[in-house]
């Protein structure tokens, strides 16, 4: 009997760590959407605000970011992100299993779900499956005051020429001591994560967050002139790692959960 209960005792400790490892980070999805028309984009961000939000969140997701660009001269393309994150690889593979259960989301949604094939209510859509670094496995909703149109999300984009200096990036945020740094001089990161499927690969992407652009400004002048940071980039391990980057400027939507 004693035996029985030893053993039965293990395999309880044994499921309850594997529960406990298999919830150690999540899995985000950068889901972007891009719009030929106005019309396309109402009837989308309509869909995501009234439909797609409250439906996962009745699945226990939580903590999504819905994001507009900040339009220039050089990019005039109407688009909107979201930021998914999901407690595991699975629940990713089965969100469009369990959204088609639902009625709610059914009915919420269906001038976007039963659009027409000459009336699509988006140009395209780009999905990037993003894995969290080490040091910073769960997305962290920032605490910004002000006004959400003046904030500035700041979305970032590393490439490598190669699979090694790639590997060297991600090293340099976490035993490097970047992502630290950021913390201490109060980046407000929503995430740091390397891609595991995407267009552009191998590549790294991050997003920062600031009140305004004075104070994104002044966060960046202080991270370039940090002794800490002066130090980290003449490291020999981390040279030449970085061959491409992209940055996109972005503000949160009115229904965006930060």
Request: glycine share 4%; aromatic share 14%.
């Amino acid at each position: 009997m004693k035996s029985y209960k030893f053993h039965l005792l293990f395999a309880v400790i044994i499921v309850l760590i594997c529960s406990t490892n298999a919830n150690a980070k999540e899995f985000y999805q950068l889901k972007t959407y891009t719009f030929s028309s106005g019309k396309q984009e109402v009837i989308t961000d309509t869909y995501i605000r009234d439909a797609f939000l409250p439906a996962i969140k009745r699945l226990g997701i939580k903590n999504v970011g819905v994001f507009k660009p900040r339009l220039s001269e050089s990019d005039t393309l109407k688009r909107t992100v979201l930021l998914i994150p999901f407690a595991s690889f699975s629940q990713f593979q089965t969100l469009q299993e369990e959204l088609a259960k639902d009625e709610k989301y059914l009915t919420a949604g269906k001038d976007y779900l039963n659009a027409n094939f000459d009336k699509p209510p988006y140009l395209r859509t780009e999905s990037i499956l993003l894995e969290p670094f080490k040091d910073m496995p769960f997305i962290k909703a920032p605490a910004l005051e002000g006004e959400r149109s003046k904030r500035v999300y700041e979305l970032r984009s590393y490439e490598s020429a190669t699979e090694a200096y790639h590997h060297n990036k991600v090293d340099m945020f976490n035993a490097g001591g970047e992502i630290k740094l950021f913390e201490q001089l109060k980046f407000n990161a929503v995430f740091y994560a390397r891609v595991i499927s995407g267009p552009k690969m191998p590549n790294l992407m991050y997003m920062i967050s600031f009140a305004d652009e004075a104070s994104r400004k002044a966060h960046w002048d202080s991270f370039s002139n940090s002794p800490e940071w002066i130090k980290l980039k003449a490291l020999p391990k981390y040279q030449n790692t970085v061959s491409h980057i992209d940055v996109t400027f972005l503000y949160p939507t009115e229904y965006s959960d930060y």
